[in-house]
């Protein structure tokens, strides 16, 4: 299955509101998470089976949609935020991540 | 806390094999699926394998089947990724991950002669 992000990346200013999207080649249902990654560091996980908030990450990161397109969502961008976010299906083998997304300030 | 800690990255040959490890801590480790995923230099994320919690099952992403092998010890808390036949193009990055949720530090692998 090949995840398509879009934008592949976005310049944004503290405050803003900021969404990103995951388009999928074929239904996923709601097997879909959100990552984020810093420079010189391990992703971290924010969203899981497509909406659902991992634990610790702020309530401004939500995540929707089901079967091919989903999204994340921002709703205040924060100085901490700008990094690359990744989507990624676990529907089926072999697991397959989207291309990035870098927000930039 | 979840801890997960690789190790065994190093500079190799092409052809040559390296055997990653990752020592997990902080959670049931017989009980959660493990995988392995990897970064190469400025490039996205690959998954690469992963392996249920008794064994029984592992998959892996096409273009390391047949080379890669991972397995675990659920008395040690470890998951291993033997890596043979290893090509330019697996120099990366190398993360293990309780279930995609938790993550390590990552370890590098670096093939070239």
């Known amino acids: 299955i090949q995840m398509t992000q879009s934008p592949s990346s976005l310049t944004a200013s503290v405050g803003d509101r900021v969404t990103i999207t995951c388009r999928a080649s074929h239904d996923i249902s709601t097997y879909l998470s959100w990552f984020q990654q810093k420079p010189g560091k391990a992703p971290k996980s924010l969203i899981y089976d497509a909406s659902s908030l991992q634990s610790g990450v702020p309530s401004r990161f939500s995540g929707s949609g089901s079967g091919t397109d989903f999204t994340l969502t921002i709703s205040s961008l924060q100085p901490e935020d700008f990094a690359v976010y990744y989507c990624?299906?676990?529907?089926?083998?072999?697991?397959?991540f989207g291309q990035g997304t870098k927000v930039e300030i | 806390e979840v801890q997960l800690v690789e190790s065994g990255g190093d500079l190799v040959q092409p052809g040559g094999s390296l055997r990653l490890s990752c020592a997990a801590s902080?959670?049931?480790?017989?009980?959660?699926?493990m995988d392995w995923v990897r970064q190469a230099p400025g490039k996205g994320l690959e998954w690469v394998a992963n392996i249920k919690p008794d064994g029984s099952e592992r998959s892996y992403v096409d273009s390391v089947k047949g080379r890669f092998t991972v397995s675990r010890d659920n008395a040690k808390n470890s998951v291993y990724l033997q890596m043979n036949s290893l090509r330019v193009e697996d120099t990366a990055v190398y993360y293990c991950?309780?279930?995609?949720?938790?993550w390590g530090q990552g370890t590098t692998v670096t093939v070239s002669s």
């Open positions: 990624l299906q676990y529907n089926s083998y072999p697991r397959t």
């Open positions: 902080g959670f049931t480790f017989s009980s959660s699926w």
């Open positions: 991950s309780r279930s995609l949720n938790a």
